[in-house]
């Protein structure tokens, strides 16, 4: 028998799990964006023990045919995908068709859909990556994908997991970044069976902030719009006396997939200088829209980091947009801590 030898594949997929499936908000953000690729309107997450032991995630979503199921839990299989060129235009959120079974492979996994002309739903099931076979079963429209007992058979990655609270936490950010970036979607949280948001259909982006961070706030965003020959950016920013200690009201999207971005970020700060105090952080909601070839979002498994083909424009965009709109205002609240 040689020596070298191929991993089997559950192997395989628990050290792609070990890249993609750091905690709980990792599993709901790949299962918000297949839903959001399966072009839902309606999602519904439930979560119990911050996630830990459970994420039940349900769409009405176009749903997969009885016989793809057990594709969808293969590694390195996508419906988004087809060609080596399509890598460079991908406008879904996954295309790596790892997620599903990486998260399988650490967890008690259940995959129930049923999409239009299917008389019944189908299930396929895993534990810890051994399927189970697709079985029949009652169901709507849609998907509804289970997650229990994460990392049950990976210990390691379970003893860095922190507190519900703290798991919960970030489990609940990733469910405002898809709730913000889809304004339209009719989106529900609860945890330990209590409803933490309950986000009707807003008709805009401003809608849905009043609903996040109060009407209050939402009444003093300051629009922001602008086009180049590399993108449109537009959205709100946030006025100077609304900001916090933290960057965590900064929100920037690409193409409806939430980023970070240094340079970006960088822009920001700079066109708020002499605006907010020192060590305060404005909160902004920008969304950026470019060809899809103008970004490469495959730099990282989880994509939150994307390498611009022209930074340095993105970037003068950026400053000379807000300040332009800076300009056309008095901030007569310079400085002005909330009190
Ligand atoms: P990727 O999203 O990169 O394709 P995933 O492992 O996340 O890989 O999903 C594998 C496939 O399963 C997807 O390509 C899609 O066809 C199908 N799928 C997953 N979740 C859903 C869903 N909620 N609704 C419809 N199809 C889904
Ligand atoms: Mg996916």
Same mark, same amino acid.
């Not at 100077?240 to 965590?248: H, T, V």
């Given at each position: 028998m040689p020596r070298i030898q191929p991993l089997a594949p559950e192997v395989v997929n628990q050290i792609a799990a070990g890249e993609v499936i750091e905690r709980p908000a990792s599993v709901a953000k790949e299962l918000l964006e297949n839903s959001l690729d399966a072009l839902a309107t309606r999602i519904e997450v439930d979560v119990a023990a911050g996630g830990t032991e459970l994420i039940r995630i349900a769409d009405d979503g176009e749903g997969v045919p009885e016989e793809d199921l057990p594709l969808a839990l293969t590694q390195h299989a996508t419906s988004k995908l087809r060609t080596p060129a399509d890598l460079f235009t991908v406008a879904t959120m996954g295309f790596r068709g790892e997620a599903l079974a990486s998260i399988a492979s650490v967890s008690r996994f259940k995959f129930r859909s049923r999409p239009e002309g299917q008389e019944l739903a189908a299930e396929i099931a895993a534990e810890g990556g051994s399927i189970t076979p697709v079985t029949p079963r009652g169901g709507p429209l849609g998907t509804t994908v289970e997650v229990r007992d994460l990392f049950f058979n990976v210990p390691a990655r379970r003893k860095f997991l922190k507190t519900n609270a703290t798991e919960f936490g970030h489990l609940a950010e990733q469910f405002t970044r898809v709730a913000l970036a889809n304004p339209r979607l009719h989106a529900t949280l609860r945890h330990n069976g209590k409803v933490v948001y309950d986000l009707p259909p807003a008709v805009d982006l401003r809608d849905r902030l009043a609903t996040f961070f109060g009407s209050k706030i939402a009444e003093r965003l300051i629009p922001v719009s602008s086009e180049s020959d590399i993108a449109r950016l537009w959205g709100f920013a946030g006025h100077? +006396?609304? &900001? #916090? +200690? &933290?960057? #965590?009201g900064n929100y920037l999207f690409l193409n409806g997939r939430w980023i970070t971005d240094r340079s970006l970020q960088h822009a920001l700060s700079e066109a708020y200088r002499g605006l907010v105090m020192i060590g305060r952080h404005p909160i902004s909601f920008l969304f950026l829209e470019t060809a899809p070839d103008a970004a490469d979002v495959n730099v990282h498994p989880t994509k939150c980091e994307v390498r611009f083909r022209d930074s340095s424009s993105l970037y003068r965009q950026l400053l000379g947009t807000l300040r332009t709109e800076f300009l056309k205002r008095d901030f007569e609240q310079r400085f002005h801590l909330p009190g």
């Open positions: 100077p +006396g609304d &900001s #916090k +200690g &933290s960057r #965590k």
